[in-house]
């Protein structure tokens, strides 16, 4: 009896670990302070407790302004900013902006709970990636090759359409030009047989005289 071999399936999905180890945490510049916001952002998204609130398609526009809104007034505030400039930067009044650095929003206590665990290095952002088959892979190189050599062919007809067209439009002209030499030929023929009835009946009449 022979043992049949078995497949070792590979795995369809696994993790991707975001570094940030090099985010600053006292921005200093635009640039900087783009990089922690986003970092704020992208961190609180992926946390358990916001990919739960933001299940709710009505309410996942509405976290994720506020945490937007929270995360850059954070990030200002660490370049040191005052409340004045990040409220004119953010779009928000004085006393919103306050109230997400102090952390009496909910958006604002989830993002200074995020920065901590950042200043702390204990902030990982693991993000589930879909790896796809690798017969899978294969099946669609195999396509794309089989859509290319579909595309030569295709490429190979609309040529001998091309030239196809080209000659049965000369036919035509020729054809064209036939008829017009036919339809001259017709006349002079016809001018011809009424020339010879004429004459034929000019004989009769002179052979009865």
Do not use: C, H
């Not at 929270?70 to 928000?92: F, H, W």
């Amino acid at each position: 009896m022979v043992a049949e071999e078995k497949k070792t399936l590979e795995p369809l999905s696994e993790e991707i670990t975001i570094d940030l180890s090099r985010v600053p945490l006292a921005p200093q510049g635009k640039r900087e302070i783009q990089q922690l916001e986003m970092a704020l952002i992208i961190a609180t998204l992926y946390s358990p407790e916001v990919l739960e609130l933001i299940r709710d398609p009505i309410e996942r526009a509405t976290w994720v302004d506020s945490l937007a809104v929270a995360a850059a007034a954070l990030a200002r505030q660490k370049a040191g900013y005052p409340i004045s400039k990040i409220a004119d930067e953010v779009g928000r009044s004085e006393t919103m902006i306050r109230a997400y650095l102090s952390g009496k929003t909910k958006a604002g206590r989830l993002v200074l709970q995020t920065y901590e665990k950042l200043k702390k290095g204990e902030l990982k952002i693991v993000v589930p990636f879909i790896k796809v088959p690798t017969e899978m892979v294969e099946r669609v190189q195999k396509l794309e090759e089989e859509l290319k050599l579909l595309n030569n062919v295709k490429k190979e007809y609309e040529e001998k359409l091309k030239k196809l067209e080209e000659e049965i439009n000369k036919l035509k002209t020729e054809n064209e030009k036939l008829k017009a030499e036919i339809d001259e030929k017709t006349k002079i023929i016809n001018t011809i047989k009424e020339k010879l009835l004429a004459l034929k009946e000019l004989i009769e009449y002179i052979e009865k005289l």
